[in-house]
């Protein structure tokens, strides 16, 4: 199994580490070529949306990474990247690969709140910690998404076939589970691709 973690901007060095210490193998994706590498999986990690979303055009990423989205590969996105998979952010007319289908607000817990650490519940997992930054939570959800976390009532997780979404940081806690959780998606989605 080989996972393609999108790394123009963010925190992707830390999911690249999280799934070393797993034994799974990662690459970088950079640049066009990257892209076109196969891979089992891939990752969309947190750090500034509208700068990644303008890079992945730039670079010539976006189209090709959308398609591979839009034909199911697994694919989880933490805090910026559950802002580039939204179908629609809110108060913007922007949407980036607009595959999940969610409505996130941005940047959603207010200046004082901007940061922090809890522990919560994650459906199929169980109690994990939940490093939040300048975090978006989930307003709406539509038909076929799976709501997998709250906190003070806003959705901070969600899972929509094989699209995988935290509104919060599992990479940085040094807690496995969410990315064993997603491994798990891989895993059912390769044994169906070989049935066929
Ligand atoms: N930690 C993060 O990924 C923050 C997301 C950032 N606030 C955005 O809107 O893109």
């Not at 500034?48 to 959308?66: A, C, H, P």
């Not at 629609?88 to 595959?99: L, Y």
């Not at 994650?122 to 038909?143: L, Q, S, T, W």
Request: one cysteine or more; aromatic letters at 8%; hydrophobic letters at 40%.
């Amino acid at each position: 199994m080989r996972i393609g973690i999108l790394a123009v901007q963010g925190a992707f060095k830390e999911h690249a580490n999280i799934l070393e210490k797993l034994s799974v193998e990662s690459f970088e994706i950079r640049k066009r070529q990257d892209i076109e590498r196969d891979c089992d999986g891939i990752i969309l990690p947190g750090g500034e949306s509208t700068v990644m979303g303008k890079l992945i055009k730039e670079l010539e990423i976006f189209d090709v990474l959308k398609e591979k989205i839009e034909n199911k590969i697994p694919v989880f996105g933490t805090c910026a990247g559950m802002i580039l998979l939204a179908s629609q952010i809110e108060d913007s007319k922007t949407v980036h690969f607009g595959t999940l289908p969610v409505i996130v607000k941005r940047n959603a817990y207010g200046r004082q709140l901007g940061s922090f650490r809890t522990e919560q519940k994650m459906e199929n997992i169980g109690v994990i910690p939940m490093e939040f930054i300048r975090a978006p939570y989930v307003k709406e959800v539509k038909d076929g998404v799976k709501v997998l976390a709250t906190v003070e009532r806003h959705i901070v997780a969600v899972q929509y076939e094989n699209q995988l979404a935290t509104a919060f940081h599992p990479e940085l806690t040094g807690n496995t589970s969410v990315h064993e959780y997603f491994l798990e998606i891989i895993k059912k989605r390769n044994k169906f691709i070989n049935k066929i």
